[in-house]
């Protein structure tokens, strides 16, 4: 593929002591890690926060997936379960959160060759190199990492595989990326993504005012339940903050989706905003939220720049996550300026270019930093992105322990199919162009990565597509159709 030729990644031993592999998280992507560890026979640790497997599962646990047991469970990890006599989920059905964690999670943590390496309550607050600070060039590669946990220990190991997720790090509600103003004050009145409104939230919105914030799936969730919630709780009320000028975005792929679960998701909401059963409120950049005496009838109130406001009893900031550096603030990373993921995955899932939910093959050479032996995999890899899966951070964990085996064809040997939303936009109108004028048919995706390689400097979208046309070679008339497209796009991709 494209991204890994460009991308040198020495094949020497990734190596640095004698201490273990450490793996923070024991979540889905954490545990395949480890699972890809014991079939490698590399010693490993793998330390977790929480008081067992799957803890941030756990905090969505009342959530459907949208993608079958199929995608959610990790091949080194079936096979190591299987061997083990444990039946494993029908492929075809669509688990809770919670059945994530107890029918997978919890056995594979379990297994006598996985229990003994994990901790829970061991929380990492930072991680360096033994006796090295980040400016420290001589010896570094060899000199072991340290883990330090939240109770003062400290860890040896040779390289650290981080697949500690976003949960814990939810954006803001502010419209521009800062917090809103009064956003802290206002916390009492506030969720972060997704409460349980038809179980353990019931009371706190039924018969009220919740207005949901957020253009994704998790905001779509919500919303669905919220409208069950009022079809059995009189007085019930709806609004959903968005801040593009038009949902079309959330509302997806509908039946094109490959995960009709997903697609489901974005059509019944249409649904309901068509039906008046959620009321819309489209353009609305929060800049204020004010509670208490100050928040109007429902007790808080949103403000939008220009003055609008929206009163309710209950807001969910439903508006995504953002990567934890700090952890690694000691260590060399090169992170994207935009996604905050590793600088070689990041144009391959930067929202703006690609719509499909599909991401190309990746594995070690793109998730490598100039820090040898440091891995981000999971949801934390994507850092701003929001279209993670599971089955992405698997192959990621499959692909990183080869490398960290020795077994560099099998790292560099990346696959994956992941479904499409069914909103390729893009890919599909590029491969249409690229049909119609007879060019190979990888210039697409090859136009796409590279076109994101030059988004951040280019000044306009169609810019950077005539930059990266350029680089690839396309004649004149390939790069006026593609430009044209692009111009015709890019309208759909602002706000
Ligand atoms: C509501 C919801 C629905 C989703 N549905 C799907 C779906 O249908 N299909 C799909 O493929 N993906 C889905 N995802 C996306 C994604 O696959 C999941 O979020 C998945 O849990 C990511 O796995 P992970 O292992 O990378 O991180 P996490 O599951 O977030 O696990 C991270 C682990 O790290 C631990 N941790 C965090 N910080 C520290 C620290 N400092 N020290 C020690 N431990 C730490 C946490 O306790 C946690 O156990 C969904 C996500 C959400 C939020």
Not at 71 to 94: F, M
């Amino acid at each position: 593929m494209l991204a890994s030729e460009e991308v040198v990644v020495s094949e020497r031993e990734i190596s640095a002591g004698d201490g273990p592999v450490v793996v923070i998280g024991a979540g889905p992507v954490g545990l395949a890690a480890a699972a890809h560890l014991v079939e490698r026979e590399l010693p490993f640790l793998v330390v977790d926060a929480g008081a067992g497997p799957g803890a941030s599962v756990r905090r969505w646990g009342h959530v459907r997936l949208f993608s079958p047991w199929r995608y959610n469970i990790d091949p080194a990890a079936r096979r190591l379960l299987t061997e083990a006599g444990i039946t494993l989920p029908a492929d075809e059905d669509l688990p809770t959160g919670a059945d994530l964690v107890a029918r997978y999670l919890e056995p594979l943590a379990a297994l006598p060759r996985i229990a003994p390496r994990l901790r829970y309550g061991a929380e990492v607050v930072a991680i360096g190199r033994v006796g090295a600070d980040r400016v420290r060039t001589a010896g570094r590669e060899d000199t072991p990492f340290v883990v330090r946990l939240a109770d003062g220990s400290e860890i040896t190991a040779r390289a650290v595989l981080d697949a500690s997720g976003t949960w814990r790090t939810p954006n803001v509600l502010g419209g521009n990326g800062l917090a809103a103003h009064g956003e802290r004050e206002a916390a009492g009145w506030i969720d972060h993504a997704l409460p349980d409104v038809l179980g353990a939230d019931r009371d706190r919105h039924a018969g009220r005012h919740t207005v949901v914030v957020g253009a994704g799936h998790s905001a779509a969730t919500t919303l669905l339940a919220l409208a069950d919630l009022a079809a059995s709780a009189p007085g019930t009320r709806i609004t959903w903050a968005i801040r593009a000028d038009a949902p079309d975005r959330t509302y997806g792929g509908g039946e094109d989706d490959q995960l009709p679960a997903r697609g489901a998701l974005g059509a019944g909401l249409h649904h309901l905003v068509a039906a008046g059963r959620v009321e819309l409120a489209t353009g609305f950049r929060v800049h204020t939220v004010r509670a208490g005496a100050d928040g109007g009838a429902g007790g808080v109130r949103l403000l939008d720049a220009a003055g609008r406001s929206i009163d309710a009893d209950r807001v969910v900031a439903a508006t995504g996550y953002r990567p934890d550096w700090r952890l690694a603030g000691e260590l060399r990373l090169e992170l994207d300026p935009i996604l905050e993921a590793a600088r070689e995955l990041a144009p391959l899932i930067d929202p703006n270019v690609h719509s499909c939910g599909t991401v190309y093959p990746h594995g070690v050479a793109e998730l490598s930093h100039p820090e040898p032996g440091y891995f981000a995999l999971g949801s934390k890899s994507y850092g701003r992105a929001p279209t993670f899966l599971m089955a992405t951070g698997y192959e990621q964990a499959r692909s990183v322990v080869a490398a960290l085996a020795g077994d560099w064809a099998a790292a560099r040997d990346v696959r994956l199919a992941l479904p499409e939303t069914g909103v390729c936009s893009v890919s599909t109108g590029l491969q249409g162009i690229a049909a119609d004028l007879g060019l190979p048919a990888d210039v697409p995706d090859q136009l796409m990565t590279a076109t994101a390689r030059h988004l951040g400097s280019a000044a306009t979208p169609v810019d950077a597509v005539l930059t990266a046309a350029a680089e690839l070679g396309l004649d004149p008339t390939a790069t006026r159709r593609f430009a044209a497209f692009a111009a015709a796009q890019a309208g759909d991709h602002t706000g």
